[in-house]
């Protein structure tokens, strides 16, 4: 669920965005307390963090011992040797390394870390399509090929399909638009950098300083005019010739970085997979393919999402995650830079369940899905084997039951309760208790359960580094580990129990119609979810709870 969230210049008339917007004069990488933000405990310092410290304080005031609880990350991969969570990461104990054969007998060979189901024999996917692009491209000659009368027939043959088609080809049209619009927007900004840098002429960054400026052709016009905008953001006011033209080389590249792609994702003729993964797509029965490269070739999003849920301090960085001190992470390679694929994420799942994964993160999702079915299927399959599934609710700024995001615990919005109860839905929320919702952070009363941090986010990423991100994507591994904590020390927990505590203990705020954005109203607070869950379903026996006792009970008597 990769999504630009910059402090740079938008596409349509240069309008400006504080996404990023950090402390005036503070080096974020230098703020220590920026670092580590969302362990915070409301109570004490006011700011929205999870109190994880406190979680753990009191779990251990009542005399509980925490058993390791294995948190699938099923994402792009995870750099399983970074010094922040290389002693963190899950290790297969039936299977021989690198010996070349299936030892466990699970179908998959050599899996020491997890598994990867986008890479096969001939590498591992980068670039894959936008799942509207595949929709399209599958469907566009069955309901509108060259034969009307045929079209007709296929539209009122497979309705669902069409519907389906129809959605989206819509936001393939206007998608593909905007790429290739942003791609050359920032393509010429980056171009005028140098240019920028020259008509500063060694001073600061400031709007009076700027104002000054006499472009002397319509290209040191353009840069006068992104200047004047980029000069009002915190991020960048005041900063030397120097330290902007560095400051704004990094922001331009995370654009390209995100838009290039896009020609491969939303061209229709591009498709990887038969190629590299040698799978039948189309058979979704099929479960035994993809290799054993648990990183793969760009890891960022699930190093960073690994790190959140059980990293380590390492050297001088500080940066840990949630469940530290009791999680250990499988990395299953699911997420390419593209939408993942249904049959991907239903095996993925259906793995990650089969080798001992308690907690699924899954910082993912998409707008439309043609086989939901086999996704449901596997939903339901962990549901059954009493895991928890987490899941990023999205990064549209959006309401969910209007804009659906794939996978969904919600087989129709107009259902009351999900057909599971395993699956556990976040928003994101920041630092700032006047917009507590982030800016980008899909939301719903009743298909979003609670928000948790994912704005400003600091945690690991490839090349054994550190780096701050946000989305739901960051939000969503802060829940998994919180949930993680929750079932180490008291295993008994079923994940509707842990969803249960999460929901009822948030700290709820009423600020800015925040308490409307989800089930709980609120940012969930671990330590209050550790005093919810022992107080109504911890007895001390695992595999059981208090009220599921009572029930016993009451089912005797009759």
Do not use: C
């Not at 692009?133 to 497979?158: C, I, L, P, W």
């Not at 550790?530 to 009451?554: C, D, R």
Request: charged share 25%.
């Amino acid at each position: 669920m990769k999504k630009v969230l910059l402090a740079a210049v938008f596409l349509v008339g240069f309008g400006f965005s504080n996404a990023q917007e950090v402390k005036a004069g503070a080096d974020p990488m230098q703020d220590k307390d920026l670092m580590t933000w969302y362990h915070k405990d409301f109570a004490t310092t006011k700011v929205y963090g999870v109190n994880t410290e406190n979680a753990y304080k009191f779990l251990e005031s009542k005399g509980l011992k925490p058993k390791t609880v294995l948190v699938g990350v099923l994402d792009s991969g995870v750099q399983v040797d970074h010094p922040g969570l290389v002693k963190n990461i899950w290790t297969n104990p039936n299977e021989v390394p690198n010996n070349g054969k299936d030892d466990d007998g699970n179908g998959y060979v050599d899996d020491i870390h997890g598994w990867n189901f986008i890479g096969g024999k001939n590498g591992d996917i980068d670039i894959d399509n936008m799942e509207v692009t595949r929709v399209v491209a599958k469907y566009k000659s069955v309901f509108e090929g060259d034969d009307s009368t045929k079209n007709k027939a296929n539209q009122a043959k497979m309705p669902e399909e069409f519907a389906m088609y129809m959605k989206a080809k819509d936001l393939f049209t206007k998608k593909s638009m905007e790429a290739k619009q942003g791609f050359k927007t920032y393509s010429m900004i980056n171009e005028a950098i140098p240019v920028m840098v020259k008509l500063l002429n060694g001073k600061p960054l400031t709007p009076e300083n700027v104002a000054a400026i006499k472009p002397a052709d319509q290209r040191e016009a353009m840069a006068v005019q992104v200047l004047t905008q980029v000069a009002q953001s915190p991020e960048f006011k005041g900063k030397s010739a120097a330290e902007f033209e560095k400051a704004m080389s990094g922001q331009i590249k995370e654009a390209l970085d995100y838009f290039g792609p896009q020609e491969k994702q939303y061209n229709l003729d591009y498709d990887p997979r038969k190629e590299i993964v040698g799978d039948n797509y189309d058979d979704y029965s099929e479960k035994n393919y993809g290799n054993n490269h648990y990183e793969g070739p760009d890891a960022e999003h699930g190093t960073h999402v690994a790190g959140i849920i059980a990293g380590l301090p390492n050297g001088k960085e500080i940066q840990y995650g949630v469940a530290s001190k009791v999680a250990k992470i499988m990395s299953v390679r699911t997420v390419p830079n593209g939408d993942e694929r249904d049959k991907d994420v239903a095996n993925a799942i259906r793995y990650a369940v089969d080798n001992g994964a308690k907690v699924l993160n899954m910082s993912f999702g998409k707008p439309v899905s043609p086989g939901k079915n086999v996704v449901w299927d596997a939903f339901k399959y962990a549901q059954d084997k009493g895991v928890l599934l987490v899941k990023a609710a999205g990064n549209e700024n959006e309401d969910v039951a209007e804009h659906l995001a794939y996978p969904t615990n919600f087989k129709n919005v107009t259902d009351e309760k999900p057909f599971v109860n395993n699956v556990l839905v976040v928003g994101a929320s920041t630092n700032k208790n006047d917009a507590l919702r982030a800016s980008f952070s899909n939301f719903n009363k009743k298909m979003v359960n609670v928000f948790a941090p994912g704005e400003e986010i600091y945690s690991t990423v490839p090349h054994s580094e550190y780096k701050y991100l946000q989305g739901t994507s960051m939000a969503s591994p802060v829940v998994a580990g919180a949930a993680a904590v929750l079932l180490a020390y008291m295993p008994n927990l079923t994940p509707a129990q842990i969803i249960e505590s999460l929901v009822k203990s948030s700290n709820a705020s009423t600020a800015n119609q925040f308490g409307d954005f989800s089930e709980a109203g609120g940012v969930i607070d671990l330590k209050k979810a550790a005093e919810y869950a022992y107080t109504n379903f911890y007895n001390g026996k695992a595999g059981s709870s208090k009220k599921a006792e009572k029930s016993v009970k009451k089912t005797v008597k009759k």
